[in-house]
């Protein structure tokens, strides 16, 4: 059985910075490419950022430069580290295997002064 269990998150001050995990069993993590999501409110869900098992990583636009996707694949852990915060970043992040419809649970980002 596939889970994906999330941590992190929280209120933050725009400029703040928070870092998501992403615990992953089930699966043989350091072959699988992951990926972290998101969902503002009242949008569609779409991709902040991806890390394929060699570590080659990917951005959303909105994003680069302040976030930075990491992996340890001896703790089968996915990060997601998020500075420079912006009100806009708010929305639930979601971690997931790419290419799989494997999600973790979900865990809001709140950023407001």
């Known amino acids: 059985q596939v889970q994906l269990v999330q941590s992190g998150g929280g209120l933050v001050q725009p400029g703040g910075s928070l870092r998501l995990s992403c615990a992953a069993s089930?699966?043989?993590?350091?072959?699988?490419?992951m990926g972290w999501y998101r969902q503002a409110p009242g949008k569609e869900r779409e991709l902040v950022a991806t890390i394929t098992a060699g570590r080659i990583t990917n951005y959303a636009e909105s994003v680069k430069g302040r976030f930075t996707i990491s992996r340890d694949n001896a703790k089968n852990t996915v990060y997601l580290q998020m500075n420079s915060l912006k009100v806009e970043d708010t929305a639930v992040y979601y971690c997931?295997?790419?290419?799989?419809?494997?999600w973790g649970e979900g865990t809001l980002v709140t950023v407001s002064s």
């Open positions: 997931k295997v790419v290419g799989v419809d494997y």
């Open positions: 089930g699966i043989i993590f350091r072959l699988k490419p």
